[in-house]
């Protein structure tokens, strides 16, 4: 039996695991944090995330700790900013809370497959296994390494030194979930502001409201985190609008308020070696505006399950993951700049649809390969 070592307990990694494990391979995940957490607030899953968890046999649990949401945007009189050459299809995903979803996806992994408290620090590659050393001192031995690690992989720092991420000037979010007690939210708004703003707010499946504000070159940070929402807000709400976004805000404590500087990892020349591959944030960290890299990562851990699963050769699978994957992000790189650089809110609520229509209709990963090996 193919043995595998993943690093990183997050989204990926997790469903990593889970692909793998469902593909008849032996797993331990290795996470360096004390406990299953998730750095964030509300997450968007779109269909072809679902599909992968379908595959999985964890889609029906997913859609029952998630709301079914559509991506429209409004400009900040409240006007939509209607895409007609997209179906409704393209605007729809499923808002999760990150825990939850983490937790589901650590109890379909088994617990008893996960290693906490266990940091990743290096690895030694040979030609018939990989031994990986850890925090505490021990090392796993295994067929194949998958660095799920996130923007700050230790395990591509390794693989492919001189890669470490970049701080995407300028460009900031900020986001809380909070009970909608004292504020009347009666439906989502998704907002494209002036001064490179956009957030909104969107309710989530447990009564509670995720908001969210982003900016593009952004000016110098000043004030508490809050301030800083609340300043950007005043570029997505007209004075005179209903203000539901300030009102949540508002009603915010601080230390709810999760603030990033977004980080980008930069295109990378390899995501793999015979016996060790990136997954997730660690091989593809990317913009926010697109809200799409948990779900583009979910799909990468499909994709090492079937390869993984459907030969012994671990050299040859890694081959044709990168095969695929360096060219598809490579796709996913351009249609995001497109939507970054859409010199108005109609232009950006456009190119983010075509985006979106393009991520939910491309043919099954797996499917793609065969196209690869051709
Ligand atoms: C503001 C914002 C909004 C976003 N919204 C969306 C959205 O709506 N939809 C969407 O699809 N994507 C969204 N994303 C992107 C999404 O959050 C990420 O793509 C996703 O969380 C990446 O998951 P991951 O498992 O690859 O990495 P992470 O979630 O970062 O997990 C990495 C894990 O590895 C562990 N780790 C790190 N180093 C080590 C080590 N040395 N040893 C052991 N363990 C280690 C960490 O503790 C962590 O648990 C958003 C991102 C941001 C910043």
């Not at 779109?46 to 409004?74: C, T």
């Not at 299809?89 to 979803?101: C, F, G, M, N, S």
């Not at 923007?151 to 909608?180: D, K």
């Not at 020349?269 to 779900?295: E, F, K, N, Q, Y």
Request: hydrophobic share 45%.
């Amino acid at each position: 039996m193919t043995r595998a070592v993943v690093i990183g307990a997050g989204i990926v990694g997790l469903t990593t695991g889970l692909a793998l494990r469902r593909a008849g391979t032996d797993v331990v995940i290795c996470e360096q944090a004390p406990e299953i957490r998730a750095a964030g607030a509300g997450l968007g899953l779109w269909a072809n995330a679902l599909a992968v968890f379908d595959e999985l046999g964890v889609g029906e649990q997913v859609r029952a700790i998630g709301k079914p949401s559509e991506m429209y945007f409004h400009d900040q009189a409240g006007r939509l900013l209607d895409t007609p050459e997209f179906g409704v299809e393209d605007h729809r995903y499923l808002l999760v809370h990150r825990a939850k979803l983490n937790e589901l996806l650590a109890d379909a992994v088994g617990r008893e497959n996960i290693r906490l408290d266990t940091g990743f620090r290096e690895y030694e590659e040979h030609a018939s296994h990989v031994e990986v050393r850890l925090s505490d001192g021990t090392a796993e031995e295994a067929d194949v390494l998958v660095g799920a690690d996130g923007t700050y992989s230790a395990v591509r720092a390794q693989l492919v030194p001189g890669t470490p991420a970049q701080e995407h000037a300028g460009h900031h979010a900020w986001r809380a979930v909070i009970p909608a007690a004292g504020v009347t939210v009666l439906r989502n708004r998704l907002i494209l502001g002036t001064n490179g703003c956009r957030g909104g707010y969107v309710r989530t499946h447990d009564g509670n409201v995720y908001w969210l504000v982003n900016q593009f070159q952004s000016p110098p940070l000043t004030g508490t985190r809050k301030q800083q929402a609340l300043e950007r807000a005043r570029h997505l709400e007209d004075a005179g609008e209903d203000g539901v976004l300030t009102d949540l805000i508002e009603a915010t404590p601080e230390e709810l308020v999760l603030h990033n500087q977004i980080m980008l990892v930069p295109p990378l020349p390899h995501w793999v070696s015979a016996r060790v591959a990136l997954a997730g944030d660690a091989a593809h960290a990317m913009s926010p505006h697109i809200t799409a890299g948990a779900t583009l990562g979910i799909e990468d851990a499909g994709l090492l399950g079937h390869l993984l699963g459907s030969t012994g050769d671990v050299a040859a699978a890694l081959a044709t993951y990168e095969a695929v994957e360096i060219p598809r992000y490579a796709h996913v790189a351009e249609l995001s700049a497109a939507v970054e650089h859409a010199p108005t809110p109609q232009e950006f609520a456009r190119h983010y649809a075509a985006f979106s229509h393009w991520m939910i209709t491309q043919q099954p990963l797996h499917l793609a390969v065969d196209q690869v090996r051709a």
